[in-house]
């Protein structure tokens, strides 16, 4: 934070929000005192984004040898119309004031381990001008630079590391592939244009869709899909088809691409569901990857990497539901900012603790959370607990705080119960804080 008094406040304001994650900040920091000082500190201009989440980037990318996936996606931040924040630009439908984030999360390829943010972008969107001609739309800046961006700001790998860049159907473009050849890396994209032209192993030209529906199958699978709403949990059977073919320069190209002119040779990994039940639409996912396929255990193993990609949504919610980071009533473009930058940090420390409740349920709870939340929960949940409180039981005891019931055929807790869960479990810490301070004040002071 350029001293170290900033890096204290800094630290300070973190723990605070740590402590009621969905809070406001006048309920996170408690004293007005506190709350004066987060903002002086946000209003410093060396406070930024960047500032505030470059260690945890850097942090995240120090990691140690083995294969990691950078799940990368864009989100909307949408402070509202209402606040009139300077600086802020139209987002979704033009309706709100905001901007966009752009992240790559780092997973355990081959676990749901959460590591960190490797890096993230925002991106102030600008609108079209007017009568803009084609070939002015093609040589302006898009906002699909973003992608290319997080990549290059992720760098490569550590000796004995390998990133597999997994992006959603946003990140299918040639640019977007060449940035990650540089920075030697490799990637799971959806593709989004099975209409463009493919160059096949025997050195033809034809599209993507006319391409895959010659493979042969390769094999099938069974896949377990949790509940969603209005969406039972169910077992999908998929079939799945691999090729070799080269994605071929595009004819309009930015600087960028003109100085990688040659086609990229990659897999298309073809995975879709058969006998779908009635009324459900069925999966099917065209997956490009610079991975080597060469039969179905490889092609299953990128499948099984994008099948992970949902962990940034989660992320998303986390800092959205969570952290409520839209509500949060500050007046300028570099407070919101450097808010964003201490709530992603925020949002990660939440969906690890969530994850384990999946990768490592039967953890003692005392190894990841504080003693003192164990106690009061384990104090005010209707359930007693025959054994050491285990990482699953504290995150379902929250849910069942929030309303969350645990029938069987219910999976999962979601971050909406989670949250009524941990709100109820905050006011109750802070009741059992000012029982203790009563108790030492009336010992203290008769």
């Known amino acids: 934070m350029g001293n170290k008094r900033r890096t204290e406040r800094l630290i300070t304001v973190a723990a605070n929000v740590a402590g009621n994650p969905s809070g406001s900040f006048p309920e996170q920091m408690g004293l007005w005192k506190d709350l004066k000082a987060a903002y002086r500190l946000f209003d410093?201009?060396?406070?930024?984004?960047?500032?505030?989440?470059?260690?945890h980037w850097r942090h995240t990318r120090d990691c140690a040898p083995g294969r990691y996936l950078v799940i990368g996606d864009t989100t909307e931040l949408d402070f509202g119309l209402s606040r009139q924040v300077p600086g802020l630009s139209r987002i979704g439908n033009g309706t709100g004031l905001g901007f966009l984030l752009h992240s790559g999360l780092m997973v355990g390829a081959d676990s749901e381990e959460i590591f960190g943010l490797a890096a993230q972008t925002i991106h102030y969107r600008?609108?079209?001008?007017?009568?803009?001609?084609?070939?002015?739309m093609?040589?302006?800046?898009?906002e699909s630079v973003v992608w290319?961006?997080?990549?290059?700001?992720?760098?490569?790998?550590?000796t004995g590391a390998q990133f597999?860049?997994?992006l959603d159907r946003g990140g299918d473009n040639f640019e977007v592939y060449a940035h990650v050849l540089g920075q030697h890396a490799d990637w799971v994209v959806r593709a989004n244009h099975l209409s463009r032209k493919f160059l096949t192993p025997s050195r033809e030209k034809t599209s993507l869709k006319c391409y895959i529906s010659q493979l042969p199958v390769a094999g099938t699978y069974a896949l377990q899909l949790r509940a969603r709403p209005q969406q039972a949990a169910r077992t999908a059977t998929l079939e799945v088809r691999f090729g070799a073919l080269s994605m071929l320069p595009p004819k309009h190209q930015s600087p960028y691409v003109k100085s990688h002119p040659a086609p990229i040779a990659m897999t298309v990994?073809?995975?879709?569901?058969i006998n779908a039940p009635k009324g459900v639409e069925p999966i099917e996912w065209v997956l490009l990857t610079s991975l080597p396929v060469n039969n179905f255990e490889d092609a299953w193993q990128v499948i099984s990497y994008y099948e992970k990609r949902w962990l940034i949504e989660e992320w998303h919610k986390a800092l959205k539901t969570g952290c409520h980071v839209t509500e949060r009533q500050l007046k300028t473009t570099q407070r919101l900012e450097a808010m964003v930058g201490l709530m992603s940090v925020e949002a990660v420390r939440l969906l690890q603790l969530k994850s384990l409740a999946r990768s490592e349920p039967n953890r003692p709870a005392r190894e990841v959370v504080?003693?003192?939340w164990i106690d009061v929960l384990?104090?005010?949940?209707?359930?007693?607990?025959?054994?050491?409180?285990?990482?699953?039981?504290?995150y379902r005891a929250i849910a069942k705080l929030g309303g969350f019931i645990g029938r069987k055929s219910d999976g999962e807790p979601g971050w909406i119960t989670i949250w009524r869960g941990w709100e109820k479990l905050h006011l109750l810490i802070q009741g059992s804080e000012l029982i203790v301070r009563a108790r030492t004040n009336r010992q203290k002071y008769g």
């Open 44 to 55: 410093i201009p060396d406070v930024t984004f960047q500032a505030i989440l470059e260690p």
């Open 126 to 136: 600008k609108p079209a001008p007017k009568n803009e001609k084609r070939s002015d």
């Open 138 to 142: 093609l040589a302006r800046e898009r």
């Open 148 to 158: 290319g961006q997080v990549i290059d700001a992720t760098g490569q790998p550590p």
């Open 164 to 166: 597999v860049h997994v």
């Open 269 to 273: 990994v073809w995975v879709r569901e």
């Open 370 to 372: 504080p003693p003192l």
């Open 378 to 394: 384990a104090a005010a949940s209707k359930q007693s607990f025959a054994r050491p409180i285990t990482v699953r039981d504290f």
